[in-house]
């Protein structure tokens, strides 16, 4: 058996440090320059042992960390969720600090919840706000990315955050967040940039780019979200005389649970189905839109032409 000197034992126990540190962050690459810079330390085949067992030791321990996390920031949603908001924070905090954006959305999105609690200042759930959302959308967290663009809007000034937001108002860079959330596969931000290219707001006005936007959205697999892009695809096309497409979208929708009436002023979307039908349709039309409608729906949206 090689023996173990007290150098070896210090310069392994200084690699496990940065191990720990690395796996912490997610890094498996930072690992290895500190198994370089430990290397003058003890000659080379002392070292090659110890690199082995380290190397080995670190691709179970990443896989191990990636579950912990993703179990710890379920744990944080847990414990909120159960009154026990100390604890949750606290999970969260550590969580955002070690890099986390899933955890760095959700203190934002606690922040602006606490928006109007007598008991906590404004201007400081304004900044964690702001702060945690915008270090999330930085490094491309969906959500993160369609929520500060939201904080651009300038009518989010009238409803809180004045003077923390005003600096950031600006429909153009708001409508910049919002297509970077769309493009990385937010649905609600998909819907929000087909409604800023259909009223030209923040963007040039493009009916096309609507249309493709809520179509995108109108075929994922959401629930509520996408049978709201349903609605508004529905929408697009009815104001553009497609009377068939129309019925057969504001039908989809209306299968998959579209009830509440939107910010776009029509209806549940089986009423808007049926008056579609009512005002604007043969019954050779209608047929023809309930089996697009099937067709659609089999082919999990993969054939609704």
Request: proline share 3%; aromatic share 8%.
């Amino acid at each position: 058996m090689m023996p173990i000197g007290p150098s070896l034992c210090s310069a392994a126990a200084r690699m496990y440090s940065g191990l720990v540190s690395c796996v912490a962050r997610g890094q498996q690459s930072c690992l290895y320059p500190q198994l370089k810079a430990e290397n003058h330390i003890v000659n080379r085949n002392r070292m090659s042992a110890v690199m082995r067992f380290l190397l080995g030791l670190s691709m179970g321990g990443m896989l191990f960390a990636t579950e912990l996390s993703a179990r710890t920031v379920e744990e944080a949603n847990t414990a909120i969720r159960d009154g026990n908001q100390e604890l949750g924070l606290s999970i969260l905090h550590e969580l955002a600090n070690a890099g986390d954006l899933d955890a760095m959305y959700r203190l934002g999105q606690l922040a602006h919840d606490r928006l109007g609690n007598p008991r906590i200042p404004e201007s400081q759930s304004c900044r964690e706000m702001i702060d945690y959302t915008s270090r999330a959308a930085n490094r491309s967290h969906p959500g993160a990315m369609r929520d500060f663009g939201r904080m651009h809007n300038p009518s989010y000034l009238s409803l809180f955050c004045r003077t923390e937001l005003t600096p950031l108002a600006d429909q153009r860079n708001a409508a910049t967040w919002i297509q970077r959330a769309a493009q990385a596969g937010d649905t609600v931000a998909q819907i929000e940039l087909g409604q800023r290219y259909e009223e030209g707001n923040g963007v040039l006005q493009d009916g096309a780019q609507a249309g493709r936007w809520f179509g995108i959205a109108a075929r994922r697999s959401v629930p509520f979200e996408s049978a709201r892009a349903q609605a508004y695809l529905a929408q697009w096309y009815r104001t553009r005389g497609d009377y068939v497409r129309a019925h057969a979208w504001f039908n989809i929708s209306a299968t998959n649970g579209q009830t509440v009436e939107n910010t776009s002023g029509f209806g549940n979307s089986d009423r808007e189905r049926d008056y579609t039908a009512f005002h604007f349709m043969n019954q050779q039309q209608i047929e023809r839109a309930q089996s697009l409608a099937r067709r659609c729906m089999e082919s999990q949206y993969r054939n609704c032409d």
